[in-house]
């Protein structure tokens, strides 16, 4: 057997050095530093080892947790609330469908210090619980990263914020840190602790991109569910352009709503039988005895073709009624109210 030379101990002696101080630090796994945005070491374990580990997952949300509160938002219905997370320094807000209840509903933000904007809902995806949110007002606003990679694993180490149980100044933004349990083609699930309020609140990795989400509260931890960032991404320019995407659960779409009543005529078109009181209808100048036929350019045959047309509308639509009043035909445009 060949014994060790002076110079072959000095060398032995220098690498035994530093791998003991990679572990005392935390700093090197399999020998090499974790560079920022890697995927963390300690998502690939069953379950922390050792104090580095534990140290590593403290530190990782220590480094993102600032940046993450600061965007994170209480959403203001009116007689409820919810969360969002600012993903654009224009106030570009992700939240829940279910807590934004529709397209160009006027809600309020209220960032973690208590500043209070007027926002308003944009589109949502009715299927899978998705929408956003706009701050009116103009600014620069804090906001997150979006995982557009779509790199979450099975296991992997997350923390949820949220305002549970409502807005409260002097709490501020509750953090629930956990892992992913399950991974589905439309929700994932983690076992942080979520309650009332937390839905529409974002989910982040360990890097502070943001992943998901909060949509439903499950009745144990691991039932948590949350929309992943891809259906967002997949569903962008729709719902920028404030479209009710698809059917489902988690919102209705609002009818349109004039406030009249109308019968056949047989000539064609709908008499206007009613005009309720501080209706649309009311407030556009419609009148009992008008004659409607045309509504957006299209002709009224009759009660069902005009309700059908209407259908198709949203509240907040502007349009364009041709009017017969005293043998004499006019335009109209009616702002249409929700039903």
């Not at 104090?51 to 947790?65: M, V």
């Not at 439309?186 to 839905?199: E, V």
Request: charged share 25%; with cysteine.
């Amino acid at each position: 057997m060949m014994k060790n030379s002076p110079a072959s101990c000095r060398k032995i002696g220098r690498s035994a050095l530093f791998i003991t101080f990679a572990f005392l630090t935390g700093g090197l796994v399999h020998g090499v530093e974790q560079k920022e945005g890697e995927r963390p070491y300690f998502n690939e374990k069953q379950a922390p080892e050792n104090i580095r580990d534990l140290k590593k997952i403290q530190e990782s949300l220590q480094k993102n947790l600032p940046r993450s509160r600061a965007a994170t938002v209480s959403i203001d219905l009116g007689g409820g609330s919810g969360s969002g997370v600012i993903v654009s320094e224009k106030g570009l807000v992700l939240t829940a469908a279910h807590v934004s209840a529709g397209v160009g509903k006027k809600m309020t933000v209220i960032m973690e210090d208590g500043t209070r904007y007027k926002a308003v809902s944009l589109g949502l995806v009715a299927s899978t619980d998705a929408a956003m949110v706009q701050i009116e007002e103009e600014g620069s606003y804090p906001y997150v990263e979006l995982d557009r990679g779509d790199t979450p694993s099975l296991g992997d180490w997350v923390y949820a914020l949220g305002h549970s149980g409502g807005f409260e100044k002097e709490r501020g933004v509750g953090v629930r840190i956990g892992r992913l349990v399950r991974m589905a083609e439309q929700t994932i699930n983690s076992d942080c602790n979520l309650i009332g309020g937390d839905s529409g609140g974002p989910l982040f990795d360990m890097n502070g991109r943001l992943i998901g989400i909060h949509s439903r509260v499950g009745a144990s931890l691991e039932q948590n569910m949350h929309v992943p960032l891809r259906e967002f991404l997949a569903n962008w320019n729709g719902m920028l352009n404030k479209e009710f995407i698809g059917e489902g659960p988690f919102a209705q779409k609002a009818t349109a709503f004039m406030g009249i009543g109308t019968e056949d005529r047989e000539e064609g078109g709908v008499v206007v039988q009613e005009v309720g009181e501080d209706t649309p209808a009311a407030v556009a100048g419609i009148k009992e005895g008008d004659v409607i036929l045309e509504i957006g350019g299209e002709k009224v045959e009759n009660k069902e073709s005009f309700s059908a047309s209407l259908k198709e509308l949203s509240p907040g639509d502007k349009v364009k009624l041709k009017i017969l009043r005293n043998d004499e035909e006019m335009e109209i445009e009616v702002e249409l109210g929700e039903k």
